[in-house]
């Protein structure tokens, strides 16, 4: 099975390498995760293992969830996830059976899921970039306005609502956002951590998914076959 796992993002921190540089981290608790279910062609129509993480009380959690869970053979879990695979990676993979961070074993990048910071309502300037009018006289503390929008406020013929994708004020992030090739500078086994090089999307304690990274540029790709 290609290494993937369901964790918490600790927070971050700074750590000092071979050359004495500083590097900015992220911790996270990578694991450990159980095998809630194994899905085949020939019971489901696709094939994927579905991972669980982290123990939670069962007045926490419903009946069917429960239920789930127990065929495993395992307790109630707060988190699941369904990972696709193809039916020659599920060799091996049963119901039950425990992967912790010693899959990123040998990995030098990995790919990080989070769901992004929530900021709520936002302008335009904020989210997404725009430069704000003229502070010139005149402008009459309109700095911040996004500016006419003129023809593209409406799809004429069709609506009288704005084009659909048209950039204006309204809700910013929590969303799901992937950091993509991040180094993995460390690993502790023990309590099973995982730190990467740079920042991992949402918040401290948000949940996350760590996987080996599919797309790499060609000089971390050099560094990934070094390694």
Known sequence: MPAALIGRKIGMTRLNDSTGKNVPV??????PCHVSQVKTVATDGYDAVQLAFEDVKARNSTMPEIAHDAKAGLTPKREHREFRLKADQLTGVEAGQLFTVEMFEGI??????GTSKGKGFAGTMKRHNFKGL???HGTERKHRSQGSIASHATNRGYSGRPKKGKKMSGHLGDERVTARSMEVIGRDKENNLLIVKGA???ANHGLVVIRE?????SRKAKLAKAS
């Open 26 to 31: 992220t911790v996270i608790q990578a694991g």
């Open 108 to 113: 030098r990048f990995v790919d990080v899921t």
């Open 134 to 136: 003229c502070a010139s």
């Open 200 to 202: 991992v999307p949402g």
């Open 213 to 217: 990274a599919t797309r790499l540029y």
